[in-house]
């Protein structure tokens, strides 16, 4: 499987990254042989083998249910580039 | 509702996005209480600072497997979460939590009341343990967005139905057994203005006998039950509208304009909606086992179906009554608390239903609330079932006592509201009704059947609404045939 120039385009903007233009060539045949590695793997017959959804073989463990973090805006707010009313300010969203 | 429901039908299906009441986020230990100052309540994890790790929440866990039990799904006993991946600052690790090939719920239904009073089932695809984002906040922050994150990681289960409901009124009804539900096994508090229970409707329509599927627009987060019949009804509109000019629906999310009445197209999110989900590395499976679940089941209340049937068995109510009493646990337990003291479950219900319920809601009160307590209002009843008063005077009564002017003894005994039950004493009123209008009389005994109700009306006044109606009656007829 090998993907096209646009559809690196594709996952750079899903993952909000700049690429340059004369990188692009690059990461298509990178990509393009990662998916072909993978494409080998799914020859494998795995008929029977349960999905991993974890490499550990361990089972999540829980939290009770009480409140152990205070108030700590002050301490938070002090690296975040601007602030406001307690808020955080971030560039206009637009709906 | 306008269209043309012999040439279309719809198609609806909701996803239900329900807060579940734990005291801390489901990944870690900031309080999810509402209402705290701007970020007060966001910690390390929920901000996603660099090296933290979530934690789930126990309280979470077992929340929704009460749900899932509830609407009589499976439970997953392996249950997995997801990364879902987006980025708009609501979210600050540019991904939600979630569960998507392995949710905690399974499979299940929900039955509910239609208004020819037959039920319909509605099935229930999954439902999902999430976490919540935060709040933005738009205008007056000099061109920029603010954003608060307390609500950011309070456990949420979404609720996914099948395209099962054919209207509006449909779905309503379903998204108010749900609310009714979450309220009752008492995992949400379901506070529609605060925003702990929200619903997006899948809407479609098709003419009437294609198999196929219309193209479908989902409307999001709806947060009152009449903005939900508003929104799909005009959304059912517009998709006529578009199809009868020979145009497409295009499949697109909209959101409901409460103010304009109208759907409006959403054009941000439109583009790539590719969330590249994949297993969060940092969670690992959830595995609960059957003993587990049992012991949640054992926990569970009697469920407002469930409360229903017994209702009509018991005290032989109708479907109606039954499912508005055992719509809300607290106005269940009110109901059976005047339905023992008073001894009469149907009156009860009666009242409960008509004045109580009326009051209430023009009051806009909720049930505890009220102004008049279930043993003062059982007190109300006891009087109309031992003749003290009549039916027409109680609802007088009943007023003054919302006006906490006092018990129902107290008020028939001050205002001298008692019935009167003296045969003479009403039989000489019924004397001088019918002295008093001989022409009427002698009509009557001519056969004019309909004139009875004006003379007991005549009889009834002249007493203050105090005579008994039912000896009225007896007496008139008596005079009848004298």
Sequence with gaps: MSLDADEVKKIAYLARLKIEEADIPGYVSNLSDILDLVEQMNAVDTAGVTPMSHPLDAVQRLREDVVTEGNQRELFQAIAPKTEDGLYLVPQVIE | ?482
């Design chain 2, 1 to 482: 509702m306008s269209y043309d429901s012999a040439k279309w039908e719809v198609v609806i299906g909701l996803e239900i996005h329900c807060q579940l009441a734990t005291k801390s986020k489901i990944f870690s230990g900031a309080s999810t209480a509402y209402g705290a100052e701007p970020n007060t309540q966001a910690c390390a994890v929920d901000l996603a600072l660099p090296g933290v790790l979530p934690v789930f929440n126990k309280e979470a866990l077992r929340m929704a497997v009460k749900f899932g039990l509830a609407v009589d799904a499976k439970i997953g006993l392996r249950s997995v979460f997801d990364r879902k991946n987006y980025f708009y600052p609501d979210s600050p690790k540019a991904y939600q939590i979630t569960q998507m090939d392995h949710p905690i719920v399974g499979k299940g239904h929900m039955d509910i009341e239609l208004e020819n009073g037959e039920s319909k089932r509605i099935g229930i695809t999954r439902a999902h343990l999430e976490e919540d984002a935060g709040k933005s906040m738009h205008g007056s922050y000099h061109g920029m967005t603010g954003i608060d994150l307390n609500r950011a990681g309070t456990p949420l289960i979404e609720i996914v139905s099948e395209p099962d409901m054919r209207s509006a009124k449909e779905a309503v009804a379903y998204m108010r057994k749900i609310h009714s539900l979450v309220r009752y096994i008492e995992i949400s508090d379901g506070n529609m203005q605060e925003g702990s229970f929200r619903c997006d409707a899948n809407v479609s329509v098709r003419p009437r006998g294609q198999q196929e599927l219309g193209t479908r627009a989902e409307l999001k987060n709806i947060n009152s039950f009449r903005f939900v019949e508003r929104a799909i009804n005009h959304e059912i509109e517009r998709q006529i509208d578009v199809i009868e000019d020979g145009g497409r629906v295009v499949q697109e999310t909209r959101l409901y304009d409460a103010d304009k009445d109208e759907t409006r197209s959403m054009r941000s999110k439109e583009e790539a909606n590719d969330y590249r989900y994949f297993p969060d590395p940092d969670l690992l499976p959830v595995v609960i086992d059957e003993a587990y679940v049992e012991q949640v089941r054992q926990s569970l209340p009697e469920l407002p179906e469930q409360k229903k049937q017994r209702y009509m068995a018991e005290f032989e109510l109708s479907i109606y009554d039954a499912a508005v009493i055992t719509a809300s646990r607290e106005l269940a337990a009110y109901f059976e608390i005047v339905a023992a003291q008073c001894g009469d479950a149907k009156l009860s219900a009666n009242w409960v239903t008509g004045e109580l319920s009326a009051k209430l809601n023009k009051a806009e009160l909720e049930i505890t609330a009220s102004k008049v307590d279930a043993e003062a209002f059982a007190g109300l009843l006891q009087r109309i079932k031992d003749n003290t008063i009549s039916g027409k005077i109680a609802k007088e009564i009943f007023e003054a006592m919302w006006q906490g002017e006092g018990s129902a003894d107290e008020i028939i005994e001050s205002k001298g509201l008692k019935q009167i039950t003296d045969s003479s004493a009403i039989e000489a009123m019924v004397d001088e009704v019918i002295a008093n209008n001989p022409e009427q009389f002698a009509a009557l005994q001519a056969g004019q059947d309909k004139l009875m109700g004006f003379f007991v009306g005549q009889v009834m006044k002249a007493s203050g609404g105090k005579a008994n109606p039912g000896q009225v009656n007896q007496l008139m007829q008596k005079k009848l045939k004298s």
